[in-house]
């Protein structure tokens, strides 16, 4: 069964690649980053997750590496919204790995989806909250599904 609707994953894979303003890997680990921070201010726990990342400095080449293959993962579940069954693999595959952690609490990733849902729409022409909402909000339960 699909994820969401084949229009809102077309919206929403529209908003994806405009957001990454031309492929620029480079704004993207920064935008990412900038989530990150958000998320360890309000929830300083978090912070020691990321020691091996570097998680004490957001701004560090490390941590915005990180930051970029959050958004390149995001990326990939989006694009694959058209193939119910790969994304399917797709999120339980970084359900299992952010389980394996150990303390990453659903809470954690709530806040960044909410802070992304408020903040998206900035980089993107005709942004569609609904759409988002219908597809990206399957995404993120399907990863935190194993989370506490
Ligand atoms: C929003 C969706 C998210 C996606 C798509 C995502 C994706 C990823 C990816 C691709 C990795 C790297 C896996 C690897 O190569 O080993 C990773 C690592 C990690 N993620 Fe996430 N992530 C997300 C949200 C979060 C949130 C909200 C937290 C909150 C604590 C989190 C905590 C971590 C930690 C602690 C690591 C391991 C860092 C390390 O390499 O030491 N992630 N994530």
């Known amino acids: 069964t699909m994820w969401c609707s084949l229009e809102d994953a077309n919206s929403v894979m529209d908003s994806f690649r405009q957001s990454r303003n031309g ?5 993207a680990s920064k935008g990412f980053a900038a989530y990150f921070a958000g998320m360890m201010q309000k929830y300083p726990e ?45 999120t339980s595959h970084l359900a299992a790995q952010h389980a394996a952690v150990g303390g990453i609490k659903v809470a954690y990733f709530d806040f960044i989806r909410q802070l ?6 900035q980089f993107v022409d ?23």
């Open 23 to 27: 492929d620029n890997a480079i704004a």
């Open 46 to 90: 978090t912070t020691a997750l990321f020691t091996y990342v570097n998680g004490a400095d957001v701004h560090s080449p490390e941590f915005r590496a990180h930051s970029l293959r959050v958004a390149i993962g995001i990326g990939i579940c989006i694009f694959a919204l058209h193939d119910p069954e790969v994304l399917t693999e797709i």
């Open 116 to 121: 992304m849902r408020a903040t998206f729409g």
């Open 126 to 148: 005709n942004f569609n909250l609904d759409a988002w909402d219908n597809c990206f909000d399957p995404i993120i339960k399907a990863i935190t599904a194993r989370l506490d």
